[in-house]
């Protein structure tokens, strides 16, 4: 069975600092991608960044970046240089590469930027 | 290019009612995928649809079905409602579904079962 488990129900960070966001998953596939999608408000989910199981360099788009430890199952997305648009529910997502397009999701982390 | 539109974007419905879902997905893309996000219970994938097939299936009862018609655009039907199927339910859509590609969302509609 494929699991994800965010941890971290809250955060918080101030505006400018650095927050990361913790994500184990559990899988017994070798073929398998990783995502971080963003939901604001509005309810428009949009993709933060993605990494594919085979590359071993951690993913990076502009302030957002990731930790995959593959070994420990672990995928942690790191936002620096925080901004107030930056507040939203955040849900790491895995998917097994040859079945087609079934995510599972983790229950979500809602992160609130402090002026 | 358009994105993921779905209709309508909020509906209300009476336990016992049946309801109709729809989801166009950006052009070009061939999978369509439903699912069903809750504050209790967060994304569920509901089913997954390919070139008029259906592709994966979530564990959601026989209530829930879906199809997709020639021209990729998606509907999901939900008969004899219960108060629980009260939810955001969002589409997403993909160029094909293998490989890195990942699936771009619509703006979902809400379901309120009264």
């Known amino acids: 069975a494929q699991t994800v488990t965010q941890s971290q129900p809250e955060m918080s960070v101030q505006e400018a600092e650095t927050v990361t966001l913790s994500c184990t998953y559990d899988?017994?596939?070798?073929?398998?991608?990783l995502f971080w999608y963003k939901q604001p408000p509005s309810r428009q989910m949009i993709l933060v960044i993605r990494?594919?199981?085979?590359?071993?360099q951690n993913a990076t788009e502009n302030r957002f970046s990731v930790n995959f430890q593959k070994a420990a199952k672990s995928f942690s997305l790191k936002i620096s240089d925080s901004q107030l648009g930056d507040a939203a529910m955040y849900f790491c997502?895995?998917?097994?590469?040859?079945?087609?397009?079934?995510?599972?999701f983790g229950t979500g982390t809602s992160l609130t930027v402090i002026p | 290019k358009a994105g993921v539109t779905q209709t309508p974007r909020y509906l209300i419905k009476t336990r016992g009612q049946q309801v109709t879902l729809s989801c166009s997905p950006i052009?070009?893309?061939?999978?369509v995928s439903w699912y069903q996000q809750t504050p209790g219970q967060g994304l569920q994938f509901l089913f997954e649809?390919?070139?008029?097939?259906?592709?994966n299936k979530g564990n959601f009862p026989g209530r829930f079905s879906g199809r997709q018609f020639s021209n990729s655009r998606s509907e999901m039907n939900v008969s004899t409602l219960e108060l629980g199927d009260s939810a955001l339910y969002l589409c997403?859509?993909?160029?094909?579904?293998?490989?890195?590609?990942?699936?771009?969302f619509g703006p979902g509609t809400r379901l309120t079962v009264t």
């Open positions: 997502a895995h998917k097994v590469g040859n079945t087609g397009n079934q995510f599972y």
């Open positions: 899988t017994s596939e070798s073929d398998y991608y």
């Open positions: 990494q594919e199981a085979y590359k071993q």
């Open positions: 052009s070009g893309h061939r999978s």
């Open positions: 997403a859509s993909s160029p094909t579904g293998q490989g890195t590609y990942e699936q771009y």
């Open positions: 649809y390919f070139s008029e097939t259906q592709r």
